[in-house]
């Protein structure tokens, strides 16, 4: 992309009613609007992270077996009356009445609806086990929206329901879902630990939340030091092994990692003093395992290989899409703005060239431009006629990870300035050496789509 | 995927409710289940279709130049007041009150946000001409939504709005987004055809609609069977070239071809007696040039180079996305089911295992089933444990374009069978033979997704 062509409007002043870093540096880098309180639009530069970390979540999700669909957002209250939650969910649910008078609900979460899918097309347990999610925009009408898209009225979330014969079944579809978290939070450049959580209004006997440290962090959190030892990695899993997923929930979980609803401080103490921390967390997501509960009042039931009906055994797993370009911006930054780590950034490379108009200056930054687009890879170019220390502030403040510099004085002796926006640092090296080093930066991070 | 594990519900009975094909193809398919009146969800292989005509949108829009964002759902009712068309809108407009008695409502369009977002951000001709577009759901409240996704409430559409400083730049963003929108269908199989339409509720003194051809078409069509010849192709087209996108414009839309909102029988009588047409169309998109009508009600004006503030002259671009799965189906199919065209099929080629159990069948699928994921493909391997009659019926009804039908006999002699959906020709080729077959098929094919 061309910047004389994109629509990118970026803020000089700091807009006065951003609380946190995130939701600063998204209005100013021009990201998000706001169109009313918790409820933005998404401008080009922030669609592109919001759809980045929506294919990794896809591709991660697929990696696991999990199947992806779509619910509508508009649905009917009558399927919450059967679960009982249309009345308790009170008033963070936005209700509305059609033309016809009909009751009817803007989506929070997705339990009904997908219950209901499911017990009109399953009714044997040789079409288990069965996980359904989708990645669709809920809202949640909170008294007090603040922080940006960390705690807006409308957002993205990608909600996903396992359906089980056993528990035992249940509760590999729920370890399932850890390692897939661990691997989709990691290709984020994010540490998100799971954290022991309470059930809250969903309910659930087994639940972790994954949560990212960052001094905004809504939540107090309590954990052992070496549970941020921990890296996945790109470790090999089969998703059908029940040992391996095990395993590896049990290598994250076992550490103390807990929320201040099960913080636990005699066993707290019991880990070394010096291991013991308490710090603030961001949640960015959440896995339940609740049994028979929305299967037993909706009729959710197969035929087991006796021919008995039983309720399947469910659990709902979410990851806040949107919310996470929040997480990822607190965990990510400095004064200068934002840092994107490579997996989400919205451009592999910024292209600033130091003298449009300059001969030798322009040629060169377009055959970096075509090098790098004909890899497959989106350069942002700052072909505008501005000074260079604006354009060094744009890319800074919006925080593409690398930056090839390219000027006349450096041309004459055949070099072009690669720099890290992370460290700093800058390396000359000719145009080809850049592209094929910006090239080899980005292939562990190809995102395909979906 | 293999089908032992994916979620197909097919229902052998044609569901009563259902009066057109397209509509008891969906459900039949286990494409979408209906949740309430006009609102569905979106089971796997239906949201398989949606994402890929999605896809093809997206990459079709920004080969033209257009910048790809997204607005909320939810849009406050003072946008719309602004604009005179809160109270114009009538019924069809879903209004929802929020917690604390703000008037909101779930946009059916979004001349109005985007309006406010240009506005709000863009102040000069310079950052001139701009189109931004989203694929993003709506919600009208239709009072009798019928025809599945055809007429549904809930809807997938993309909508784009162009933004410039002439009349003269408009009517080029109009161009652009004609040739674009061709390409699009045709590469989704379809032949539209723009016709001269009305502007209707948004104005607009320019505007076509896109029509496909359908015996179950809602609009009567008149049209110079001239127009069915043309074929876009995949001519290389420069966006930014005006005599180019006017050229394209002319070519397809010279010929006589109107809705009957702006039929001229008497126009329509010059067009030779052989060549006239009455027929049926479904409408898939619609383009409007409305000139000065938003950005004067809500002033988006940006300064002009002899400094003056001017009104900016606005478009608006609609595909209907959701529809685009319906009017595929009336336009493709037979007795026996859907016939996707190659761009949009949900699974690339079907792989039917005539006998499993058998050991050389099994491991022939399998290896079918490798090459062709390995190739980047996505095949379906049917390889539950049902009879071939079954098997060869599902893959019908869901209307994969290729089946690769692999069998103990066959593999004796070292060959399976390719059969094409819309012929129903077979052929006996190795399985090499058939993966390179398939893969050459589809190489034109190819959607990278965003």
Redesign the interface.
Known sequence: MRLS???L?VLKETPSDAQIVSHRYMLRA?MI?Q??AG??????L???V??KIE?IVHEEQIRA?H??????????AD?WRESGRYDDYG??M?R?E??HG?D?L?GPTNEE?IT??FR???SSYK?LP?T?Y?IQ?K?R?E?RPRFGVMRG??FYMKDGYNFDLTKEDALHAYNRHLVSYLRTYERMGLQAIPMRADGGPIGGDYTHEFLVLAETGESEVFYDSAVTDLTFGDRAIDYDSVEQCQGVLEEFTSKYARTDETHDEAIFNEVPEERRRVARGIEVGQIFYFGTKYSESMGAKVIDSEQKQVPVHMGSHGIGVSRLLGAIIEASHDDNGIIWPEGVTPFHCGIVNLKQGDEAADEACEALYKALTNAGLEPLYDDRKERAGGKFATMDLIGLPWRITVGPRGLKNGVVEVTSRRTGESEEMTPEAAVAKIIEIYEPHRV???
Chains 1, 2 share one sequence.
Do not use: H
């Open positions: 062509r994109y629509f409007p021009g609007k169109q009313a409820i933005y639009t998404w401008l080009p922030g669609f592109k919001l759809r294919n077996g199947i992806p669909m779509q619910m509508a957002t508009i649905q009917p399927l008033e963070e936005l509305i059609d033309r009909r009817m803007y609806v209901d899918v009109s097309n399953v079409d069965l359904l989708q925009w809202f009408d008294i009225r409308e395909s789509g979906l």
